[in-house]
Nanobody, 124 residues
Framework: QVQLIESGGGLVQAGGSLRLSCAAS????????VGWFRQAPGKERELVAG????????YYTDSTKGRFTISSDNAKNTVYLQMNDLKPEDTAVYYC?????????????????WGQGTQVTVSS
């Protein structure tokens, strides 16, 4: 049974930072693509960052490029999302997800597994 458990969300003022964690069991995250998604109220879920450890490629949406960094601790089977210079528009529920692919960086495909999400709220 695969489980992805996010943590690290919370309330932060604009300009602040948070680091989200995604701990996995039942699946070795580094073998597959991993993405961090977010969904704000009334909006569609969007991919904000992704990493393909097999090729070294990363993905960041334009709004997070330069502010968010995805990384991992393979020994802990955990993925992180460091979020700096947070803005009120970053407020959303953040989800980590493990893709089914290993090499082709098909970021638009539907991930195979999802975490339950963690709330990030940025106050102005």
């Amino acid at each position: 049974q695969v489980q992805l458990i996010e943590s690290g969300g919370g309330l932060v003022q604009a300009g602040g930072s948070l680091r989200l964690s995604c701990a996995a069991s039942g699946r070795t995250l580094s073998r597959y693509g991993v993405g961090w998604f977010r969904q704000a109220p009334g909006k569609e879920r969007e991919l904000v960052a992704g990493i393909n450890w097999n090729t070294g490629s990363t993905y960041y949406t334009d709004s997070t490029k330069g502010r968010f960094t995805i990384s991992s601790d393979n020994a802990k089977n955990t993925v992180y999302l460091q979020m700096n210079d947070l803005k009120p528009e970053d407020t959303a529920v953040y989800y980590c997800a493990s893709y089914a692919w290993r090499y082709d960086s098909n970021w638009s495909s539907n991930p195979a597994y999802w975490g339950q999400g963690t709330q990030v709220t940025v106050s102005s």
